[in-house]
C-alpha cells in the first residue's frame, strides 16, 4: 500500500485476522496452557485465540465474565505472530500479518497493553529507469521528486489535494468501527461530502484515480491500495477494491500503517497478558469441533491430544472465518472465499544496492517499495491472471521492518547487521496453484524476484544469509499455504471479500456487524462486517454485543 500524503504513511496490505497459525511465537501467548476442561460452564467461550478472539476475551473478563478461550495450535496469536523460520538465524519475523493500520488506539488504551509502533521516516518509493519516485523526506523533496518523474508540479498538488480529501473522511469514519453499525445514509451524512462519497462507495476507484492523476506511475501507487489482498482491477463493477482501497485510507483516522515495536507477536502477547490478566482461562492445543446452541445455552465439543470434552457456554464467540462458523454449526457454508497473494519473508546480510544512486537504500526500503505497480502494468497482470496464468511481470512491493525497529534481530545477527524485507505480491489468485502448487509458487517467486532484480544494481540472492544448513532464508506463502497453515479459506486474508462498514437492511451484521442466525453465537474474526487486517474491531465489538445482550 501506499501513503496517503508525503508523510509516514501506508505501506503494506492489511493482514489476515485468523484463529489459528504455524510455526513458534514466542514470548508470554506461547506460555504453557494450563490443564484441560473436561467440563464447566462459562459465560463466554471464544474459539480462536488469534488477535480479535484475545481483544474479546480481555473485554469480557474486565468486564467481571468467566471466559474460556480455546485455540487449536500450540501457541496464541493467529497470523499475527512473530516466529524464527530459518534454523540458527536468531530474526523474529512478523511472519503473516507485518504492519499496523487498523488498530484503535481506543482498544490499547482500554485494555492496557503494552504496545507500541513506530513511524516510518519515507512512505513510498517507486523505481522507473534509473530513478525513483520518493515519497517522504519532507514535502519539498516530495515536490521535487514528483516533479523530476512528470515535469511539473501537478501530479504532486493533485497527491495532495486527493490524500486530503480521503483524510478528512479517515477522520469521520474510523472512530465508528468501535461504534454500533451505522446505516449506509447515517455514513454518509457524517463523511458530508458528496464527491469524496461517490469516488470512495459508489463509483470504482479507477474513475477516481484516472480523473485526478495523469502519469501512469503515480496512478498505480495509489491503485495498489486498492488491491492489496484483492483480487480486482480498477474498474470492477463490484467494488471490491473500493472496499480495500478504503480500510487502506482510514486507520487510526490518518491512513499511516505503522511497525509493531518487537514484530506483529508482540502485540499478540501483549493481549493474551491482558486477557489472563483479566482472568480469562487460555487454552491452547484445543480444536473446537461443534457447537450445538438453543440460541440461550451452547455447548462446545473440542479434541486434545489426549482425548475429547466439552464445555458449556451463555455465547460462544468465533474468531475464525465464516466458513469454520457454519462447519462448526452444522450449517451450509457460504461462497468460498478466494485469496490472491504471494508474501515472501526474507532476510539479509545487507541492503542491495539500487540502480538509483540518488537515494539511499536504506531509504529506498524502509517505506512501501513498489515493483512492477505502474498502472497500466497492474491492469496486464490482472488480465493475465483472471485468465488463468501467471503474471509475466508479478506487482509486488517490500519493506524493510528492521530499519525503524531493530529489536526484532538476536544480538548476533544484529551485531553483523542483518536486515529484514517483507515482500507482499498481488494478482496472485489461489486458482492459479491448484494444479501444481509448488512449482506454481517457485515460479511465480522467481519471477517477481526478477522484477525486483531489474530495479537493483545487483542481485537480491546475493543479499541473502544463509541458515544454519546453508540454505538462503528466504520463504514463500501461496494462498493455498495460507488455507494450510492457517485455515484461511481459499488463502483470503480477510477471510471472505470485504464490506463497506455500515449495515444494509437485511444485510449481516446486525448492530455490531458480529451478529449471526443464532442469537448466542458471534462471528468476531476477519470475516464479520468491520474486520479484516489487524485491528481487534472484531473482537471488540463482539464483546460489546455479548455484554449488550447480557445487560439487556
Not at 511539473?152 to 480529501?165: I, K
Request: proline share 8%; net charge negative.
Amino acid at each position: 500500500m501506499t501513503p496517503p500524503a508525503p508523510a509516514p504513511a501506508p505501506g503494506s496490505a492489511p493482514a489476515p485476522a485468523s484463529g489459528s497459525a504455524s510455526g513458534p511465537a514466542a514470548g508470554p501467548a506461547s506460555a504453557p496452557a494450563p490443564a484441560s476442561v473436561t467440563r464447566g460452564s462459562y459465560d463466554a467461550v471464544v474459539v480462536g485465540g488469534g488477535h480479535n478472539g484475545l481483544v474479546a476475551a480481555a473485554y469480557l473478563a474486565r468486564a467481571g465474565r468467566r471466559v474460556l478461550v480455546l485455540e487449536r495450535l500450540g501457541n496464541t496469536g493467529g497470523a499475527a505472530v512473530s516466529t524464527r523460520p530459518f534454523p540458527g538465524v536468531d530474526v523474529r519475523l512478523s511472519r503473516y500479518s507485518y504492519l499496523v493500520s487498523l488498530l484503535p488506539e481506543k482498544i490499547v488504551r482500554e485494555l492496557g497493553l503494552r504496545f507500541a509502533v513506530r513511524k516510518r521516516s519515507v512512505s513510498s518509493y517507486t523505481p522507473y529507469a534509473d530513478s525513483g519516485l520518493l515519497v517522504g523526506g519532507g514535502q519539498d523533496r516530495t515536490r521535487a521528486s514528483f516533479a523530476a518523474l512528470t515535469g511539473s508540479d501537478r501530479e504532486y498538488e493533485a497527491w495532495q489535494a486527493f490524500y486530503g480529501r480521503t483524510a478528512r473522511a479517515a477522520r469521520r469514519i474510523f472512530p465508528t468501527l468501535t461504534e454500533p453499525l451505522p446505516s449506509r445514509e447515517g455514513l454518509r451524512a457524517l463523511v458530508d461530502d458528496a464527491e469524496t462519497w461517490e469516488m470512495l462507495f459508489e463509483q470504482p476507484i479507477g474513475v477516481a484515480v484516472e480523473k485526478h492523476f495523469a502519469d501512469d506511475l503515480v496512478r498505480g501507487v495509489v491503485l495498489t491500495d486498492a488491491l492489496i489482498g484483492t483480487f480486482a482491477e480498477a474498474h470492477d463493477p463490484s467494488l471490491l477494491q473500493n472496499r480495500c482501497f478504503l480500510y487502506h485510507v482510514i486507520g487510526g483516522g490518518t491512513g499511516d500503517w505503522d511497525v509493531p515495536v518487537g514484530g506483529m507477536g508482540a502485540l499478540t502477547d501483549a493481549l493474551a497478558d491482558a486477557a489472563r490478566a483479566a482472568g480469562a482461562t487460555v487454552l491452547t492445543g484445543h480444536e473446537v469441533t461443534r457447537i450445538e446452541t438453543d440460541g440461550s445455552r451452547a455447548e462446545v465439543a473440542y479434541r486434545t491430544a489426549d482425548g475429547e470434552g466439552v464445555v458449556g457456554a451463555g455465547h460462544v464467540l468465533v474468531n475464525a472465518s465464516p466458513q469454520a462458523l457454519a462447519g462448526l454449526l452444522g450449517e451450509p457454508a457460504p461462497a468460498p472465499a478466494e485469496g490472491a497473494q504471494l508474501k515472501v519473508n526474507m532476510v539479509l546480510t545487507r541492503l542491495p544496492r539500487l540502480r538509483d544512486r540518488a537515494v539511499d537504500p536504506r531509504e529506498a526500503f524502509s517505506g512501501t517499495f513498489h515493483i512492477a505497480e505502474g498502472y497500466g502494468q497492474l491492469a496486464t497482470a490482472y488480465a493475465e491472471a483472471a485468465a488463468g496464468r501467471l503474471p509475466a511481470a508479478p506487482p509486488s512491493e517490500i519493506y524493510c521492518h528492521t530499519l525503524t525497529d531493530p529489536s526484532i534481530l538476536g544480538p548476533e545477527a544484529a551485531a553483523r547487521g542483518y536486515q529484514t524485507l517483507t515482500l507482499f505480491g498481488l494478482h496472485a489468485p489461489a486458482r492459479l496453484f491448484a494444479a501444481d502448487p509448488d512449482g506454481a509458487r517457485d515460479a511465480l517467486l522467481k519471477a517477481t524476484l526478477a522484477q525486483l532484480d531489474a530495479c537493483l544494481d545487483e542481485p537480491v540472492a546475493d543479499c541473502l544469509a544463509l541458515d544454519a544448513d546453508g540454505r538462503p532464508c528466504i520463504e514463500a506463502k501461496s494462498p493455498l499455504d495460507l488455507e494450510r497453515d492457517l485455515r484461511l479459506p481459499g488463502g483470503h486474508i480477510f477471510h471472505r471479500d470485504l464490506s463497506f462498514p455500515y449495515g444494509e437492511e437485511g444485510g449481516p451484521g446486525g448492530r455490531w456487524g458480529v451478529e449471526t442466525s443464532r442469537p448466542n453465537v458471534l462471528l468476531c474474526g476477519a470475516g464479520a462486517v468491520r474486520g479484516g487486517g489487524v485491528s481487534g474491531v472484531p473482537g471488540h465489538n463482539a464483546a460489546m454485543a455479548v455484554l449488550d445482550r447480557l445487560a439487556g
